[in-house]
């Protein structure tokens, strides 16, 4: 009985601590964002810190995107033709393609692959940067972090984002329109009527709200992990795990409830 009661007692313990660690992550991504909102309204952000990360996190960011978002696209023709061949409904591959790419299946898997790439290296340089006690030199010359460091990156996340993304979503249908010919016999031009004729502009306004959306909260989350690195190289590499799979937890809650609301 007592053996009992110590197991029960011990796992009451663990889902507190589990409880509190969470609060404790989710209060500081919001101060967090606070900190960051506040220096944006002040127009604190540093420009040249705002270039450089709108390249390395958005121009760089062009091949994977496009290739991901190509095949994004001909999963779709893939997975609607199995309906499309059995009710011989050729004229709503476009609109089934578009709709699922524009509204769904493009921002969430362009925002999961921004933050492998983007995300966990934002946290990986933050990290390395308190480390190596960088933030400390900036505090020590009266530089704040947040409008140097952290607000710069979480507009060039936003911005980045949202260019990925119509870039992505017209190469997926760039990439349902070939391989619905290849491997339905659909004419580009009969995939293109399907798609202009359904789809609405509001399809589209849905994806790139909630992509952006998706690259601020990935923004946060590896921000903040990686400014709350403890324990040298060792506390770099869970940061990074964290802030990765921290982010794709919250995309999935975030697309959840956006639904809801844009529907």
């Not at 409904?89 to 699922?100: H, N, P, Q």
């Not at 293109?192 to 502009?201: C, M, P, Q, T």
Request: glycine letters at 14%.
């Amino acid at each position: 009985m007592r053996r009992v009661f110590a197991v029960l007692l011990d796992l009451i313990r663990g889902i507190g601590a589990w409880i509190v660690d969470l609060c404790r992550q989710l209060g500081g991504m919001v101060l967090l964002g606070l900190y960051v909102g506040w220096a944006l309204l002040r127009g604190r952000c540093d420009g040249r810190e705002l270039l450089r990360n709108l390249y390395k996190m958005g121009v760089v960011s062009v091949p994977i995107v496009a290739l991901t978002a190509f095949f994004t696209g001909g999963i779709m023709v893939i997975q609607s033709g199995i309906f499309v061949r059995r009710f011989s409904a050729y004229g709503l591959l476009g609109w089934g393609a578009g709709y699922a790419v524009f509204r769904e299946v493009g921002p969430i898997l362009i925002g999961l692959m921004f933050s492998g790439r983007v995300g966990a290296n934002n946290a990986a340089e933050l990290g390395t940067m308190v480390v190596t006690e960088q933030i400390d030199g900036l505090r020590a010359l009266a530089i704040e972090p947040v409008p140097f460091l952290i607000a710069p990156r979480v507009l060039a996340m936003m911005a980045a984002m949202f260019c990925l993304l119509v870039l992505g979503d017209a190469i997926a249908i760039g990439g349902g329109m070939i391989l619905g010919k290849l491997l339905l016999g659909v004419e580009p031009a009969s995939f293109f009527a399907s798609f202009a004729d359904n789809v609405k502009l509001w399809d589209l306004g849905c994806g790139l709200v909630k992509g952006v959306c998706f690259a601020f909260v990935i923004a946060l989350t590896s921000s903040h992990y990686g400014l709350s690195v403890r324990g040298g190289a060792v506390g770099v590499g869970r940061a990074v795990n964290d802030a990765v799979v921290a982010a794709a937890l919250v995309i999935m809650i975030s697309d959840y409830l956006l639904t809801l609301v844009l529907r």
